[in-house]
T-cell receptor
Framework: DSGVTQTPKHLITATGQRVTLRCSPR?????VYWYQQSLDQGLQFLIQ???????AKGNILERFSAQQFPDLHSELNLSSLELGDSALYFC?????????????FGPGTRLTVL | QQQVKQSPQSLIVQKGGISIINCAYE??????FPWYQQFPGKGPALLIA?????SEKKEGRFTISFNKSAKQFSLHIMDSQPGDSATYFC?????????FGTGTRLQVFP
């Protein structure tokens, strides 16, 4: 158990809908990262927050947004969902803001868009 | 230039054999190269990592070999065990973010 929690574990929704994925980092970790994992793309970095502020951005679509709250939990919002958004979404956390620190991954949220 | 190319996509090894997974990168600014291991149904977990100031790092049965001039690095798993069956991701970063390879699914048969 990495200490990172993600809810929900599974999510099934329809195209055009909006969903929110939630992540609680390990105690003491200030950074939260979001990744998308699909079969053919591997792990794609989406976005990173450090102590409430956006720190780095990857291949995140404009339909996706995230935030980190004062208690350091983070939410990833996915809107106008398309079939291609079906994937595993992982949250990871680390102590500091730079990528040299070990990232601890949660168990993931499996999103299925029908 | 931000890509990390990983091969092979899948690997089947007999118990006791050596598993070798290769990665290549283009961005010479990358200065941290971790390997993550992912078991089915779980999130990835850090296995071993290397900085470019050394050519090799060993932790137990796992070794990273790093070739800075060729911009390549590889993971060697000695005496591979069925419990090593997992997906392995190489990654590279500088001060910005981790870029992951596409993963290698390793199966070790008894």
């Amino acid at each position: 158990d990495s200490g990172v929690t993600q809810t929900p574990k599974h999510l099934i929704t329809a195209t055009g809908q909006r969903v929110t994925l939630r992540c609680s980092p390990r105690s003491g970790d200030l950074s939260v990262y979001w990744y998308q994992q699909s079969l053919d793309q591997g792990l794609q970095f989406l976005i990173q927050y450090y102590n409430g502020e956006e720190r780095a951005k990857g291949n995140i679509l404009e339909r996706f947004s995230a935030q980190q709250f004062p208690d350091l939990h983070s939410e990833l919002n996915l809107s106008s969902l398309e079939l291609g958004d079906s994937a595993l979404y992982f949250c990871a956390s680390s102590v500091a803001g730079d990528p040299y620190n070990e990232q601890f991954f949660g168990p993931g949220t499996r999103l299925t868009v029908l | 230039q931000q890509q990390v190319k990983q091969s092979p996509q899948s690997l089947i090894v007999q118990k006791g054999g050596i598993s070798i997974i290769n990665c290549a990168y283009e961005n010479t600014a990358f200065d941290y190269f971790p390997w993550y291991q992912q078991f089915p149904g779980k999130g990835p977990a850090l296995l071993i990592a290397i900085r470019p100031d050394v050519s090799e790092k060993k932790e137990g049965r796992f070794t990273i070999s790093f070739n800075k001039s060729a911009k390549q690095f590889s993971l060697h798993i000695m005496d591979s065990q069925p419990g090593d069956s997992a997906t392995y991701f190489c990654a590279a970063s500088n001060t910005d973010k981790l870029i992951f390879g596409t993963g290698t699914r390793l199966q070790v048969f008894p």
